[in-house]
């Protein structure tokens, strides 16, 4: 079975950088895009970053533009989040997830598959 497993989140200060991985496992298809998501508590889940199989073309949410980076390395089957400039109301649980092309990367309902999920915790 596919399995997406994301990297040790962390309790950071905030302004600093934090970088997630998620490697992707198991029988999935080819091409497949990969997104990030958050969700903080009692706040919906908010698209974050999305890249295409390449990554030539990626996205981002309006709320973290010019701080985070998506990039990926396929050989490894690996995304990454590079997150900067961090801010407590990025505190959140952050999810990777992988879907079929598309142009609806920001589109959570999209994707096939989920990782569990790795809390962020920036503090003032």
């Known amino acids: 079975q596919v399995q997406l497993v994301e990297s040790v989140g962390g309790l950071v200060q905030a302004g600093v950088s934090l970088r997630l991985s998620c490697a992707a496992s198991?029988?999935?298809?080819?091409?497949?895009?990969m997104g990030w998501f958050r969700q903080a508590p009692g706040k919906e889940r908010e698209f974050v970053a999305g890249?295409?199989?390449?990554?030539?073309?990626?996205f981002y949410g309006d709320s973290v533009k010019g701080r985070f980076t998506i990039s990926r390395d396929n050989a490894k089957n690996t995304v990454y989040l590079q997150m900067n400039s961090l801010k407590p109301e990025d505190t959140a649980v952050y999810y990777c997830?992988?879907?079929?092309?598309?142009?609806?990367?920001?589109?959570?309902?999209?994707?096939?598959?989920w990782g569990q999920g790795t809390q962020v915790t920036v503090s003032s």
């Open positions: 890249s295409s199989w390449g990554g030539r073309s990626t």
């Open positions: 198991g029988p999935i298809y080819s091409p497949y895009y």
């Open positions: 997830a992988a879907g079929p092309p598309s142009s609806r990367l920001s589109d959570y309902e999209w994707y096939d598959y």
